[in-house]
C-alpha cells in the first residue's frame, strides 16, 4: 500500500477536524480548552494543521477511518475529533488555563490562605480560698469557673496573602524562565499532540 500523506487525508474528511471538535460535548467540561478553539475560526485552524502536518504521512488510525466496519464515512471527522478530544483534551484544557493566569514572574512564592475558627471561646478561671495561717500548698477550699461564648465560624476567619521572592532564586532567572515559558505556543503544541496519533514519525 502507498503511504497517504495528511494533505490528502484531510481534504477526504467529510467535514472539519477542527470544526467537529469545537462542536463536541466533551469541550462542556474543558472550559478554557473550549474558550480557545472556539473563539478561532475552524477552518483557520484546519488550514494551520495542514501546513503543520500536511507533508508526513498518515498513522494506521487514519487508514483504519476508512474502514466502514471501524467508522461510518459520513461520521470520519467527528469520531476522530472525538478520539483526540478523549486522548488530549484534559491536559490541553490544564496548559491552556495554566498559560491564562495572571501573576507576578518576578516573584517565587504566592499563597493565600483562608482560616475559619469555631466561634466558641471558652475561658477557666481558678480561685482558692486559704483559712488564717494556712500553709499556701494546704487551701482550705477552692472554685473553678468555667464560662463559654458562641456564634458562628463566619464570625472569626483570617485571610492572608504572602507573596514576593524569598531569595531562593535571582529575578533575572525568573524573568528568564517566564519568557521560556512565553515561548510556548498552545496552538504548535497541540498540533504536535495531534501528530503523535494521525501521523508516523517518519518524514
Known amino acids: 500500500m502507498l503511504r497517504m500523506k495528511m494533505n490528502k487525508f484531510l481534504k477526504e474528511l467529510p467535514t472539519s477536524l477542527f470544526g467537529e471538535m ?3 460535548t466533551r469541550l462542556d467540561s474543558l472550559l478554557s480548552l473550549k474558550t480557545l478553539i472556539t473563539s478561532n475560526d475552524a477552518s483557520n485552524l484546519d488550514l494551520l494543521y495542514l501546513t503543520h ?29 472525538d ?25 517565587d ?33 477552692d472554685t473553678d469557673i468555667e464560662s463559654e461564648s458562641s456564634g458562628t465560624k463566619d464570625d472569626n476567619f483570617t485571610d492572608s496573602h504572602v507573596y514576593g521572592n524569598v531569595g531562593i532564586n535571582s529575578r533575572a532567572k525568573l524573568i528568564n524562565e517566564e519568557l521560556e515559558l512565553r515561548k ?4 504548535e503544541m497541540i498540533f504536535n499532540d495531534i501528530d503523535t496519533m494521525l501521523c508516523l514519525k517518519i518524514y
Not at 484534559?90 to 516573584?107: A, I, V
Not at 504566592?110 to 487551701?139: I, L, M, Q
Not at 510556548?184 to 496552538?187: D, T
Open 109 to 141: 512564592y504566592d499563597k493565600t490562605t483562608h482560616e475559619e475558627f469555631n466561634s466558641k471561646v471558652k475561658n477557666t478561671s481558678a480561685s482558692k480560698r486559704y483559712g488564717f495561717n494556712t500553709p499556701a500548698d494546704s487551701p482550705v477550699g
Open 184 to 187: 510556548k505556543n498552545i496552538i
Open 22 to 24: 469545537a462542536t463536541n
Open 53 to 81: 502536518s500536511g507533508d508526513k504521512y498518515i498513522s494506521k488510525l487514519c487508514y483504519y477511518s476508512y474502514d466502514e466496519d471501524v467508522m461510518t464515512p459520513a461520521d470520519r471527522s467527528k469520531n476522530i475529533a
Open 83 to 107: 478520539l483526540i478530544l478523549l486522548k488530549f483534551g484534559s491536559n490541553w484544557n490544564k496548559m491552556y488555563k495554566s498559560l491564562l493566569e495572571e501573576y507576578n514572574p518576578t516573584y
